[in-house]
């Protein structure tokens, strides 16, 4: 694993290695590029092989989705077994692990619980003598969430996307999901029960985003789509953007590290390795404040891969984006957190919350040795939807105010918008609006 001095090298040559490609650069692997090949008959770039998808859905609606399905995942679907039945619940309910679900329900209500503190309240003041001011919290009506499942099966992403929207009093919450051999992990259904999901599709990929977007005969339109994916996903909910709303744009996975020399080392690598389990693109970083502990983390990566059932995925996101920078001090480990904007910032220090006002730029923060990452990917209530690729510098976790709008209330008595009519039209002829003005000047 590359380990790097900041001492040895300038600022700038660290902030190119923090940097993250736009999701539209990323290089698809070549067995992909192939595929995509055989299906549209030349090389595409993932941005190009979306455009196309989620053209031919917006155009053919319910033919396109099943001929993208047939193509992409094998699965031969019809308009009539698009979606999820209770049959496929109850068979669900059948095999599953009695144990597994008891801990998905603990966890759902974690989720629930931590939630309901997050919501907003609708408010009003008085201006004036009789004048009213206000906000209403509405929430919307139809919402659209994706769950991915192309290497492994993600439950806890139901819950973590279909939770706040319940909380939040979204009117219909319809979720996609790929199928593997025509069928959905059991577990995915289980978490959407638990969770309140109201219609389950059995598609997934960009033709899913692009279905729930515009609607097609089976899938009805969503006003926001929510929930992580591939570049593929991620470039489609790009693509729908303004004709919906998203939540983000939501790449691999990513964990950064700061560790001072009492971090374990072998914490710090297992920590490492969470994240590079789940797709060869993915990104682990850490900053340690002390050279002989970057050498004993590199050690035990390398020890603790070999254990792994998904070792040639983790294996290829180490090779590819593991890292670990040798950083001068904490302040310094800090500033290069920052600047990466990572999706997990673990402080694996002595006193981690004596640093927490120096976190900036973060989609979530896990203080101390005994808040390793996967407790808040599923366990501990906090969403794990989270910004990626840098993007933590401006866009939010997954919240329950991601599924609710504000709306502003006004309402002025005669004689107060009579007080106020001289600086309003005095503001709307300074622009030029004249018949603004008008509006103002023929009620006084």
């Known amino acids: 694993m590359k380990i790097i001095k900041s001492s040895e090298v300038g600022l700038a040559e660290i902030e190119k290695l923090l940097q993250k490609k736009p999701f539209d650069e990323i290089e698809l692997p070549e067995k992909i590029r192939e595929s995509n090949k055989k299906i549209f008959g030349e090389d595409l770039t993932a941005a190009e092989v979306v455009r196309k998808i989620v053209g031919d859905v917006r155009k053919f609606g319910d033919s396109a989705v099943i001929d993208y399905t047939k193509r992409f995942d094998g699965v ?74 192309g290497l492994a099966a993600y439950p806890s992403s139901v819950l973590m996307n279909v939770i706040p929207a319940k909380v939040a009093g979204v009117g219909e919450i319809i ?22 999901a109201d219609k389950i599709f059995k598609i997934g990929g960009a033709q899913a985003i692009a279905a729930m977007a515009f609607g097609t005969e089976t899938i009805p339109r969503v006003q926001k789509i929510t929930g992580p994916g591939n570049i593929f996903v991620t470039l489609a909910k ?45 990104c682990s970083i850490v900053i340690a404040t002390d050279e002989n502990l970057a050498e004993k983390i590199s050690v035990e990566v ?3 891969l070999e254990k792994l059932p998904r070792k040639e995925i983790a294996e290829a996101s180490i090779r590819n984006n593991g890292l670990i920078i040798v950083a ?26 004596q640093f927490l006002p120096k976190i900036k730029n973060a989609g979530a923060v896990f203080l101390g040795e005994n808040s390793p990452e996967p407790l808040g990917d599923y366990f501990a209530g906090p969403n794990h939807v989270l910004p990626t690729g840098g993007t933590a510098k401006f866009y939010s976790v997954l919240n329950v105010e991601t599924f609710l709008k504000r709306t502003s209330l006004i309402f002025y008595s005669q004689n107060d918008l009579k007080n106020s009519a001289e600086n309003i039209i005095r503001l709307a002829e300074t622009e030029g609006l004249h018949a603004h003005a008008q509006a103002i000047k023929i009620r006084n």
């Open 76 to 149: 031969e679907l019809s308009a009539e077994n698009f979606q999820v039945t209770e049959k496929d619940f109850s068979d669900a309910e059948k095999i599953a692990d009695e144990k597994i679900v008891e801990s998905l329900k603990l966890a759902a209500e974690n989720i629930f619980s931590y939630h309901r503190e997050q919501f907003p309240k609708s408010w009003i003041t008085y201006r004036g003598e009789n004048s009213v001011l206000g906000q209403s919290i509405v929430p919307l009506e139809k919402v659209g969430v994706y769950v991915p499942g």
């Open 175 to 196: 979720m996609c999901v790929p199928a593997k051999n025509g069928k959905i992990n059991p577990y995915v259904l289980i978490a959407a029960k638990i969770a309140g």
């Open 238 to 282: 790009k693509e729908v953007y303004g004709h919906c709303d998203i939540d983000m744009l939501a790449g691999p996975s990513e964990i950064l590290i700061i560790a001072d020399k009492t971090a374990n080392p072998i914490y710090a690598a297992a920590d490492m390795l969470s994240q590079a389990e789940h797709d060869p693109l993915a």
């Open 302 to 304: 390398e020890k603790q």
């Open 328 to 353: 001068k001090n904490i302040s310094e480990a800090i500033d290069f957190a920052n600047i990466s904007a990572p999706e997990h910032l673990e402080l694996l220090t002595e006193s981690p919350f």
